[in-house]
């Protein structure tokens, strides 16, 4: 089976940086994603790492250790529409595309 | 690219009655489809994976003949909430993936079905 951890919430003030961090013990791993929700809306596919290293999207960079089964997702310049719960996810080997979802992440970004 | 649609955005049902939640992809064809279910503040719960021409898989603790799950084309797969009850209240959420050989990492959500069940 798989699991994911990351910590159900996180306060940052505008224009900071914040870093939300996922462990997953799985029975197999492919990569893992992350994915930004906000209330009452779809989540989105923010990024993917399948291999060790810094994936950098803008604003957005997700990082992964396959060694430490460890990811973080990293926030600069925070802004106040950044508000939104965030989840890893978890792609298995022979789990076709299927994920595994993170309790999710809920980040709160004041002035 | 890439647009997954939910009908209806929200419903509202009363205890007994059946609900069909449509999830269709609107530029690509999906060979698997996900159905997922979510509680406020909490994450989500895969219920079935729905592949295109074949039975359903559900997850562990899903009733199969409460929840049915038809996918019955490659951009349309239905869930329909049989004898629905308070308890099934939630949020539904469908997913889509375009890549049929098991390497997609990218899956595309809809928008939602909000179920109240009165």
């Known amino acids: 089976g798989q699991s994911l951890e990351q910590p159900s919430e996180v306060t940052a003030v505008e224009g900071a940086i914040v870093q939300i961090n996922c462990t997953y013990q799985t029975s197999g791993f492919y990569g893992l994603s992350w994915y930004q929700q906000h209330d009452g809306g779809a989540p989105t596919f923010l990024s993917y790492n399948a291999l060790d290293g810094l994936e950098e999207t803008g604003r957005f960079s997700s990082f992964l250790s396959r060694s430490d089964s460890y990811g973080y997702l990293l926030l600069q310049e925070l802004q106040m529409k950044d508000s939104a719960s965030y989840f890893c996810a978890v792609k298995g080997e022979n789990a076709g595309n299927m994920l595994t979802f993170g309790g999710g992440t809920r980040l709160m970004v004041k002035p | 690219g890439a647009v997954v649609s939910q009908h209806p955005s929200w419903v509202i049902c009363k205890s007994g009655t059946s609900v069909k939640i449509e999830c269709r992809s609107l530029d690509f064809q999906a060979t698997t489809m996900f159905w997922y279910r979510q509680f406020p503040k909490q994450s989500l719960m895969l219920m079935a994976t729905s592949n295109e021409g074949s039975k359903a898989t559900y997850e562990q603790g899903v009733e199969k003949d409460k929840f049915l799950i038809n996918h019955a084309s490659l951009t349309l797969s239905t869930l329909t909430v049989t004898s629905a009850h308070p308890e099934d209240s939630s949020f539904y959420i469908c997913?889509?993936?375009?890549?049929?050989?098991?390497?997609?990492?990218?899956?595309?959500f809809g928008p939602g079905t909000r179920l109240t069940v009165t």
């Open positions: 997913s889509a993936s375009h890549r049929g050989d098991g390497l997609a990492y990218e899956q595309y």
